[in-house]
């Protein structure tokens, strides 16, 4: 099998593959924020959660949904700050991951990866990352509500 990339290539492809993966089962997992409610344990991401409260009219009272799922639409997550995290880190993930899988086919594929490809590809998988992690685009803080 030919390569078009050199021994730092090959290795650079595994290891754009290893943090694209990482990144996209953080963006997916809802553990984001943990915290306590109604004395039960509950968490959420962008746009996934557990254990969350749903009325329920037939006793007039708040109940909790011990189960994960993610939330109806859109616009049923909670912020308009919670939106934006989820597009942006949903296509920091998509980046970096057109990027790893292009070039772990680089690894098979001869002359597919040029000196040219290759700075484009970090370009755009350093825009991924900063899409993904947000450090450097003044998101390394985050507002966090208390959950009990």
Known sequence: ??????????V???????CAATSCVGF?????????QLEKSVSFGTFRRCSYPVRDESRQMTVMVEQCGRYAS?????????RICTVVTGLGCGLLLLVALTALMGCCVSELISRTVGRVAGGIQFLGGKCSFGEGMGMSRLSVWRLS
Do not use: N, R
């Not at 997916?28 to 306590?36: A, E, N, Q, T």
């Not at 859109?74 to 919670?82: D, L, M």
């Open 1 to 10: 099998m030919a390569s078009s990339l050199t021994c730092a290539g090959i």
């Open 12 to 18: 650079w492809a595994f290891l754009s593959f290893l």
């Open 28 to 36: 997916f997992m809802p553990y984001w924020l943990l915290g306590s």
């Open 74 to 82: 859109f616009q049923a997550i909670p912020s308009a700050e919670w």
